[in-house]
């Protein structure tokens, strides 16, 4: 871990550079350019508003909030998680000439797409006082579910990084494994008041993403205090996994370029 720290305050700028490079090649050959980074969750969120609450006639209490937040979370953690699987490959031209630590890579996929979900955040702030939402103390749990979030994504996202570079057919298999977290992870509902006992509580213990959205939720909406014990539990395997795959792709690093 020493020498990830090391390298962290040595390449820090890159990071920084290339996430500002990434963003804004995304959007230069779009007519809308940037703006595509706000119409699309509120697009997003319309659908699903119109889908839920018009042809399943069901709802929650500030709904179009109660949604964004869900398709915050999930689009960050969908979009992050799905490039970690290739991104080794989708820099070949920089690991083939010289050196970067592979950690790096990861990290600007993160700022990428948290630069993104930190647009939505505005969105639902914009929404919580278009609807008249409650705003109590209790908002400030927002900052370590936030933390949480991502040491999970990238405690995930390195191992994902190393055998993804080893295993062509992993792609599709995290394809499939995200679309079945994203109906159990509750973006256009509420796993506690629709999935029946006990399973919402199985659900929201081994999912981690339907538990942060649960408790984003509690904090933004309902004005509920974080439950710290489970934030902790999460906290530490997202530490766990971060220091595996940090170990792993150090460990393995300098055949990458032979493999790709």
């Known amino acids: ?3 990830f720290f090391k390298d962290l305050k040595r390449y820090y700028r890159y990071i920084l550079y290339a ?3 990434e963003l804004k090649s995304e959007v230069s050959y779009s007519y809308l350019n940037w703006l595509w980074w706000i119409l699309e969750p509120v697009l997003f969120m319309l659908i699903y508003v119109f889908v839920v609450r018009i042809v399943f006639r069901t ?4 709904f179009p909030v109660f949604v964004l937040i869900g398709q915050m979370v999930w689009m960050y953690f969908n979009r992050t998680v799905k490039r970690s699987v290739k991104i080794v490959k989708s820099y070949r031209s920089v690991i083939t000439k010289i050196y970067v630590p592979k950690f790096v890579f990861t990290l600007i996929n993160m700022f990428v797409n948290s630069f993104k979900m930190f647009i939505s955040f505005l969105i639902i702030i914009v929404m919580m006082l278009v609807s008249r939402v409650p705003l ?5 749990y927002f900052l370590p579910v936030v933390f949480v979030l991502n040491l999970v994504i990238f405690g995930i996202c390195m191992i994902l990084m190393h ?3 080893y295993i062509g057919d992993l792609n599709n298999l995290i394809n499939v ?4 977290i994203f109906y159990l992870s509750g973006i256009f509902y509420s796993v506690k008041n629709r999935v029946p006992a006990p399973y919402n509580k199985f659900v929201l213990k081994l999912n981690p993403i339907a538990f942060l959205i649960d408790q984003m939720r509690d904090v933004l909406i309902y ?3 974080a439950d710290l014990r489970f934030l902790v539990i999460w906290s530490v395997t997202g530490l766990l996994l971060s220091i595996v795959g940090i170990w792993k792709v150090y460990k393995n690093e300098n055949s ?4 790709i």
């Open 59 to 62: 709802s929650e209490k500030y």
């Open 256 to 259: 990458y370029a032979k493999v």
């Open 136 to 140: 109590t103390w209790n908002i400030l």
């Open 1 to 3: 871990m020493q020498r």
């Open 163 to 165: 055998y993804g570079v």
């Open 19 to 21: 996430s500002k490079s």
């Open 177 to 180: 494994l995200l679309r079945f």
């Open 223 to 225: 004005g509920k205090k």
